[in-house]
């Protein structure tokens, strides 16, 4: 037999057994059994809320032998109902019937009587993506409907239907499950399917799956196949690219103890790894928010992510101040990932800004009474002072001296003559043809590019430059695709950011950053991804037949080492 998902298995098959939503399945439950029974039913909400199965309960309530409002899933109507097989309960996805004829069918169909059951329930799913001239089709049937015929309607996005439908329902609004009722379902389906477990695990499941009971089950059974049929933290975190609790909080430590280094190599190990940066990014302001919480309230049962060890610890190392700081400053990068083509570049220079926050001392008045300070005291307090301003002179120096190595750099000339394609400028663009960039190839060093290749995370430690830092960011979202000793190609995503890349008006700084890093003065061309295709795909056939330039016939001429 195939298997069958968790989802699936575990399917409510009775009111009794649905996961939250306890204020709809009590008054359902009370309509059936006064037999206030409505011809059409909107349920509406977040997907995985149990819209779905709701209507199938109510469904099998309608039709069980045993009587309106039972669900005995013995009888055949129940078991056909379950099944998915009862000729009366017709499940209609409107996303691929949207239309007039579709909707003009269903209305031919809805005169004719029921076959196994009492009634004949119409459930709608996704009723929003049904076009206007098909709700109007639908209207007077909803309207109107014959007795035996129940219309049960369900939307993530009731808005986008029209308001005359929406007079015609009952509604219903489900809401996302709270996190107690998700692990306490969690626990239920692990127990029945003698799966070992630990409640951190559970929690995190619970975490990822916002809300949604069939995303959580659906979670657990993709962990379930990559575990062997356990459940432990570090399972979930391997599946999902995700950061552990632990690591989240040492980020956090380095970012407060401006420990610029160790954070870079901790971002640079998440991007090796394929890490979730959205959901890092969260996590992080969720963390902030529980130290917040505790900070102002002492409460520990408030906190979402950090025990109450946590919360006590990092409360003394983390001030208010800051805490409110770099949350504003990560919230506006979770604003802003939608707007960038590389969210991993984004990420790294809201931590930089977040390193670069000073903690701000707090000053406290203390009542000092009957206390005096002898001379010998006086004078050591003196010496404590001057030895602490010495320490600052000198660190303002060093830091003098640092800029001065980043911010002066030798800027190479640009000219005519540098640019050795002949009409290569277009308005303030430079402009490259492929069969150029064939010869660029040609002549290519395979051993230079994977050197730049190994070092090109570098770059970024120019971002933070004033002065170089718009270039090294346009240059750290591209990669290497060609270099030989005078020109490097780059690959990008985005065509807008290879057109930056090839402004008249960028190249100066792009060639500085690759000089100061890379001790070698080359020219900067950038591709798009479907320029580079294209640019590839014609090597390739000059190289199939045999028909690539050959390098001692290339004069590629430059000027000036």
């Known amino acids: 037999m195939a298997y069958k998902a968790l989802y699936r298995t575990y399917r409510p098959t009775t009111f009794d057994e649905v996961a939250g939503q306890t204020h709809i399945v009590k008054t359902l439950k009370n309509a059936l059994a006064s037999?206030?029974?409505?011809?059409?039913?909107?349920?509406?909400?977040?997907?995985?809320?149990?819209?779905?199965?709701?209507?199938?309960?109510?469904?099998?309530?309608?039709?069980?032998?045993?009587?309106?409002?039972?669900?005995?899933?013995?009888?055949?109507?129940?078991?056909?109902?379950?099944?998915?097989?009862?000729?009366?309960?017709?499940?209609?996805?409107?996303?691929?019937?949207?239309?007039?004829?579709?909707?003009?069918?269903?209305?031919?169909?809805?005169?004719?009587?029921?076959?196994?059951?009492?009634?004949?329930?119409?459930?709608?799913?996704?009723?929003?993506?049904?076009?206007?001239?098909?709700?109007?089709?639908?209207?007077?049937?909803?309207?109107?409907?014959?007795?035996?015929?129940?219309?049960?309607?369900?939307?993530?996005?009731?808005?986008?239907?029209l308001p005359t439908i929406l007079s015609r329902c009952q509604r219903y609004d489900f809401s996302k499950l709270s996190n107690n009722e998700i692990s306490s379902r969690l626990k239920v389906v692990l127990e029945k399917e003698n799966v070992e477990y630990n409640q951190d695990a559970v929690d995190l499941i619970v975490s990822l799956c916002d809300g949604g009971m069939r995303d959580a089950l659906s979670i657990l059974d993709q962990v379930l196949a990559y575990s062997s049929n356990s459940l432990d933290v570090e399972d979930i975190l391997d599946i999902f690219a995700l950061e552990s609790k632990e690591e989240k909080i040492a980020l956090l430590l380095s970012i407060v103890d401006n420990d610029v280094s160790d954070v870079l190599n901790r971002l640079h190990n998440y991007i090796n790894k394929g890490s979730d940066i959205k959901r890092l990014t969260s996590d992080l302001l969720n963390i902030l928010k529980d130290i917040l919480i505790y900070q102002n309230t002492g409460f520990v049962d408030q906190l979402e992510i950090l025990?109450?060890?946590?919360?006590?610890?990092?409360?003394?190392?983390?001030?208010?101040?800051?805490?409110?700081?770099?949350?504003?400053?990560?919230?506006?990068?979770?604003?802003?990932?939608?707007?960038?083509?590389?969210?991993?570049?984004?990420?790294?220079?809201?931590?930089?800004?977040?390193?670069?926050?000073?903690?701000?001392?707090?000053?406290?008045?203390?009542?000092?009474?009957?206390?005096?300070?002898?001379?010998?005291?006086?004078?050591?307090?003196?010496?404590?002072?001057?030895?602490?301003?010495?320490?600052?002179?000198?660190?303002?120096?060093?830091?003098?001296?640092?800029?001065?190595?980043?911010?002066?750099?030798?800027?190479?000339i640009i000219n005519d003559k540098y640019i050795y394609l002949a009409n290569s400028m277009q308005n303030d663009h430079f402009f490259v043809e492929k069969e150029k960039l064939v010869e660029v190839m040609v002549v290519s060093k395979k051993d230079l590019k994977n050197q730049m290749l190994s070092s090109w995370n570098d770059i970024k430690k120019y971002i933070p430059n004033p002065k170089l830092g718009k270039a090294a960011t346009l240059l750290a979202d591209g990669r290497p695709l060609v270099v030989s000793k005078k020109m490097l190609v780059l690959e990008y995503q985005s065509p807008t950011l290879a057109e930056k890349v090839n402004l008249v008006s960028n190249q100066a700084d792009l060639q500085n950053v690759i000089f100061n890093i890379f001790k070698k003065k080359m020219f900067v061309y950038a591709l798009s991804r479907s320029d580079s295709i294209s640019f590839q795909g014609l090597y390739m056939n000059l190289l199939q037949i045999k028909k690539l330039p050959k390098e001692d016939t290339i004069n590629l001429e430059f000027i000036g080492e």
């Not at 017709?90 to 031919?108: H, K, M, P, Q």
């Not at 025990?307 to 979770?334: F, N, V």
């Open 307 to 412: 025990s109450a060890q946590d919360a006590r610890e990092l409360s003394k190392q983390i001030k208010s101040k800051k805490i409110i700081e770099m949350i504003d400053a990560l919230l506006t990068t979770l604003k802003d990932y939608k707007s960038v083509s590389s969210i991993s570049t984004l990420f790294e220079i809201c931590l930089l800004k977040l390193c670069s926050i000073s903690e701000t001392k707090e000053i406290r008045r203390e009542e000092k009474i009957n206390v005096v300070e002898t001379k010998e005291e006086k004078i050591e307090k003196i010496k404590q002072e001057k030895a602490k301003e010495d320490v600052k002179k000198e660190q303002a120096s060093l830091f003098e001296e640092e800029e001065k190595i980043i911010v002066d750099i030798p800027q190479p």
């Open 35 to 161: 037999g206030k029974i409505a011809h059409a039913y909107l349920f509406a909400g977040p997907r995985g809320t149990g819209k779905t199965t709701m209507a199938k309960l109510l469904a099998k309530a309608l039709n069980c032998d045993e009587g309106v409002g039972h669900q005995c899933n013995h009888c055949e109507n129940c078991v056909a109902i379950n099944e998915g097989s009862h000729p009366d309960v017709i499940e209609i996805d409107a996303a691929s019937n949207n239309g007039v004829d579709e909707v003009r069918d269903l209305i031919e169909k809805v005169k004719y009587g029921t076959i196994l059951g009492k009634y004949k329930v119409y459930i709608i799913d996704e009723v929003h993506m049904m076009t206007p001239g098909a709700f109007n089709a639908l209207l007077k049937t909803l309207e109107e409907p014959p007795e035996h015929v129940i219309f049960i309607l369900a939307t993530t996005e009731p808005h986008k239907i």
